[in-house]
């Protein structure tokens, strides 16, 4: 996995390089964490990236682990 915090043309940028095994994994549902501090950016919050075969599996996932209350609007599930 190659991780950034890169400036350009377009603003600040932060990247999230997968490689084939990232994605095996992600696969396998292990989720891939990311802090602000490893991007020498503090303020942001904890990145995580995981994988579900659609929004409404995904939006689950997020609800039964505690990640998200009931009341967190998720963009991009479906209704």
Same mark, same amino acid.
């Given at each position: 996995?190659?991780?950034?915090?890169?400036?350009?043309?377009?603003?600040? &940028?932060?990247? @999230? /390089?997968? !490689?084939?095994?990232? $994605?095996?994994?992600?696969?396998?549902? %292990? *989720?891939?964490?990311?802090?602000?501090? !490893?991007l020498?950016? *503090?303020? $942001?919050?904890?990145? $995580?990236? +995981? +994988?579900?075969?659609? %929004?409404?599996?995904?939006? %689950?996932? @997020?609800? %039964?682990?505690? @990640?998200?209350?009931?009341?967190?609007?998720? &963009? /991009?599930? *479906? !209704?």
């Open positions: 996995m190659i991780r950034a915090r890169a400036t350009g043309a377009n603003g600040e &940028h932060i990247v @999230l /390089g997968l !490689s084939r095994g990232n $994605i095996n994994r992600l696969v396998a549902g %292990e *989720p891939i964490r990311v802090t602000g501090e !490893s020498n950016c *503090p303020a $942001i919050a904890t990145i $995580i990236v +995981f +994988f579900g075969e659609n %929004e409404a599996v995904m939006a %689950e996932y @997020l609800r %039964e682990g505690g @990640l998200i209350g009931p009341e967190t609007i998720i &963009h /991009g599930e *479906p !209704s």
